[in-house]
Nanobody, 121 residues
Framework: QAQLVESGGGLVQPGGSLRLSCRFSRLITSVFSPLLVGWYRQAPGKERELVATINPGRITNYADSVKGRFTISRDNSRKTVNLQMSNLEPEDTAVYYC????????????WGQGTQVTVFS
């Protein structure tokens, strides 16, 4: 069972950037590499929503609201998935979570603590 450790969140003004990182601890590379992994976020009072995913072939998928602003990447050797966020908007304020997903976008592992991103003007 992986332990998901997210980091990199913080406070930023609109138009700013942040880089989130998630480490899948307790997994070996041969287990991590074939996984579809990605990021979700949950804003106060809202459902958790998909932000971006990256598959083993490094094909990416983004929510319409973040296309052109966010970039997801993975490092299989370090068992990490990263999210570079640029041109942040107040609507991006949320707790961001990473996980691995099935082909129907169901989470594979227990959710971690997440990392808070707050965009304020």
């Amino acid at each position: 069972q992986a332990q998901l450790v997210e980091s990199g969140g913080g406070l930023v003004q609109p138009g700013g950037s942040l880089r989130l990182s998630c480490r899948f601890s307790r997994l070996i590379t041969s287990v991590f590499s074939p996984l579809l992994v990605g990021w979700y976020r949950q804003a106060p009072g809202k459902e958790r929503e998909l932000v971006a995913t990256i598959n083993p072939g490094r094909i990416t998928n983004y929510a319409d609201s973040v296309k052109g602003r966010f970039t997801i990447s993975r490092d299989n050797s370090r068992k990490t998935v990263n999210l570079q966020m640029s041109n942040l908007e107040p609507e991006d304020t949320a707790v961001y979570y990473c996980n691995a997903f099935t082909t129907t976008n169901e989470p594979v592992y227990v959710w971690g603590q997440g990392t808070q991103v707050t965009v304020f003007s």
